[in-house]
């Protein structure tokens, strides 16, 4: 049988994470909403405009988000380069409408640019969601590092123009381990503490090292940091099961109800109501 408890910490990673003056208590998994604000979001109905955008945070707060992640610049394959003006366009004033309406929820901004996580901290951001791992810009750790942020730490090729592109025949769980143990050691010397580390699902990968990071999940923890999963609604599940992206709701339940069952601490997700009911059907 299997033991179902999300509350267990048999997982040797940190149970709590501070954000900024609050620490959140991971024993139970935590859920981050997505907010694109971005034409080109490879899911269409996630993408929000401003006008629509405190509906749709105001639903995701009452469904069971805990944090809520602001994204202005679409980082799927193929999207389109934009200015650092323009991300900051869609971003700088959402993150501020937030926080004036719901000022105890976490709010997460979604970028790799120093210039756009200056000016969002600015406006009250928590944390910072960086799918470079902070290798697209010189300056980014020291934004991270002066405004006491905590940081999501993806697993990413170098470049940006690389991000996407596979390797295969490789050890990807020793990689995976090396990049963050080196890159965690560099946060450190930052007095960047407050970490948690992405698989990242979809970046770099093919579709066989995307379920292979699924299957030694578990041996993550040896890196004793919280780990997110950004599965949502992903390419992995709809080739795999030869569906559209908009058919993918209930293989992302699938998938996180497995990352859950393996110990992650935060759940990036497009359906929170969905994504909350997984937390409750394995919580006692």
């Known amino acids: 049988m299997i033991n179902s408890r999300v509350e ?12 900024k003056d609050k620490l959140i208590d991971l024993k139970s998994p935590k859920i981050m909403g997505i907010i694109n604000l971005t034409p080109d979001s490879f899911f269409a109905k996630s993408r929000t405009t ?16 805990s944090i809520i992640d602001i ?7 193929n999207s389109q380069l934009i200015t650092i003006n323009e991300e900051l366009e869609r971003t700088k004033n959402a993150v501020s409408i ?18 756009v996580l200056n000016q969002c901290a600015d406006e009250g951001v928590d944390m910072v969601n960086d799918i470079s791992g902070f290798q697209f810009d010189s300056n980014f750790l020291n934004v991270v590092s002066s405004y006491k942020l905590s940081y999501v730490l993806m697993h990413c ?16 769980f020793k990689k995976m381990t090396r990049y963050f143990s080196e890159k965690i050691g560099l946060l450190k ?26 299957h030694f999940f578990q041996d993550l923890h040896i890196l004793e940091r919280p780990i997110l999963v950004g ?25 996180n109800t497995l990352a859950v069952l393996k110990g992650a601490s935060i759940l990036r997700v497009h359906d929170v109501k969905e994504a909350a009911e997984i937390l409750k059907l394995l919580s006692r």
């Not at 994204?71 to 394959?77: A, E, H, Q």
């Not at 719901?102 to 709010?107: R, T, W």
């Not at 090729?157 to 990807?172: A, C, G, K, Q």
């Open 8 to 19: 267990d910490t048999h997982f040797p990673k940190m149970n709590h994470l501070k954000v």
């Open 50 to 65: 401003t006008k629509e955008l405190l509906i749709e945070v105001e639903k995701m707060i009452k469904d069971g988000a």
């Open 71 to 77: 994204g202005g610049f679409s980082t799927r394959p």
């Open 157 to 172: 090729p170098s470049t940006f123009e690389n991000m996407h592109r596979v390797e295969e025949n490789i050890d990807l």
């Open 98 to 115: 937030i926080k004036k309406e719901f000022p105890d929820i976490i709010v997460s901004i979604d970028t790799f640019r120093s210039e």
């Open 189 to 214: 010397s930052k007095n960047i503490n407050d970490v948690v580390i992405d698989p990242g699902f979809g970046f770099g990968k093919t579709l066989d090292q995307n379920y292979q990071i699924l």
């Open 231 to 255: 599965i949502s609604r992903k390419s992995m599940i709809a080739k795999k099961l030869a569906i559209e992206t908009s058919e993918t709701l209930n293989g992302t339940t699938i998938l």
